[in-house]
């Protein structure tokens, strides 16, 4: 109806001049996650509960919603600073995502790539020589299961995400023959041990 009234063609253009107050965007989130449609760490939380102690749980837990690009941050930056600053998808128990986002997929599968690229470098030029692997590199295992499980929901695999690589994909802003050079040297993608 709206979309009529303002003259626009696409209910979708409507749709992004809809703003929601911070208080309706966190009820809007509750309710999502009510349904089924929002994972993440809190959402495991409120499976296990009784549906009158999830939702007011969540009700409690949820006032704010910030938009992190791959996903949405639900931590209250009146009570405390981010402890995590620009680590939403390093399991952050903060972070949730739209399970069926399809419009966040792109970004998903790029941030994927770089990550996967990143492991395949760094494991072969580590290759049997460190005797202990650097906090990042575990940071980088992490955050590729993070965005693997989110690409999960949207029927996304490993295999999918290398021929998204294959394809060029992930590298729009980065030199073009990067991924050439890096297979001219030895460095395919091999499956991760």
């Known amino acids: 109806m709206q979309t009529k009234w303002f003259g626009r063609k696409h209910a979708a253009d409507t749709k992004a001049y809809q703003h929601l107050t911070p208080a309706q965007k966190a009820a809007k989130v509750v309710a999502d996650i009510m349904d089924g449609h929002v994972g993440g760490a809190v959402t495991e939380v409120a499976k296990v509960l009784p549906v009158e102690v999830a939702h007011t749980f969540l009700a409690a837990r949820i006032h704010a919603v910030h938009d992190v690009g791959p996903g949405m941050c639900i931590h209250d930056f009146q009570m405390a600073p981010c402890p995590r600053h620009l680590q939403c998808t390093v399991n952050c128990d903060e972070y949730i ?43 980088l295992r992490i955050r590729y299961g993070q965005l693997m499980t989110q690409l999960a929901a949207l029927n996304v695999n490993e295999a999918d995400l290398v021929r998204y690589i294959d394809d060029g994909g992930g590298h729009a802003e980065s030199d073009p023959g990067e991924l050439e050079n890096q297979r001219a040297q030895g460095g395919g993608h091999r499956r991760r041990a």
């Open 97 to 139: 995502w739209l399970k069926r986002d399809a419009s966040r997929s792109d970004e998903l599968k790029r941030q994927a790539a770089v990550v996967y690229l990143s492991l395949q470098n760094v494991q072969m030029q580590f290759a049997g020589q460190a005797l202990v692997e650097p906090d990042w590199l575990e940071h």
